[in-house]
């Protein structure tokens, strides 16, 4: 194995770790932690074999860098409050977007990088100014359609949703994760209807597979 063989490994299991943690089960927690911990290990181990970085010199480097972070924690540097370990933390990095990786997950990205640019003003002062922008993009959209700009300006609306999630306080991946399981459990319940009726999804239309939905939405509703 190398590093670069490993990287689908660590992703998967930082997943599986998340999907414990919602679940609340502590076996699996118990079994996720262990597995992330044993791939730190073995990532330091694949680091030493090819960077010639050893665990002593990893685990002085997380350290300095912790201390140089923390200084109210590591140096009895007093900071007064929440805000100001913000702003600290802030200024001891290079550029406001330092720690946003390109390979983070799109929507934790977009988060990030508003939590950034919020902490130095670049935002609005209410929920209102994020809503006015989701519906202004969706018109952006409609009048992009069937042209080359639909990619961006999708890209734009999303961008725009994640923003207006921020400031309602709702965790867009939370969201999107709950949509995709509430639609994965009507779906399902569509199916089943049908099969009291003594049909499959391939026996009818899009009319009556929505009919269903609807009505099964309104008795989730109730």
Known sequence: QTLETMKSNIIEEAYELVEAIELDETDALK???????????????LLEDEKNVNLEELLTATIKKYKEKHPHVFKNQELK?????????????KDIFSGV???????????????RVSKIGFDWDSYKGALEKVYEEIKEVEESIGKKET???????????????RHLSVDPEDALKHANKK??????????ELENQGKTITDVNLEEMDEIWNDLKKKSET
């Open 151 to 165: 990619f961006e300006e999708l890209g734009d609306l999303l961008f725009a949703c994640v923003n207006l999630a």
């Open 81 to 93: 409050d929440s805000k100001a370990v913000l702003q600290f933390w802030h200024k001891s990095k």
């Open 31 to 45: 079994e996720e932690v262990g597995d992330i911990l044993f791939l730190g290990f073995f990532f330091a181990r």
């Open 183 to 192: 639609f994965i459990e009507r779906f399902r319940l569509v199916e089943k």
């Open 101 to 115: 990786v390109k390979s983070l997950p799109a929507l934790l990205a977009a988060r990030l990088i508003q939590e």
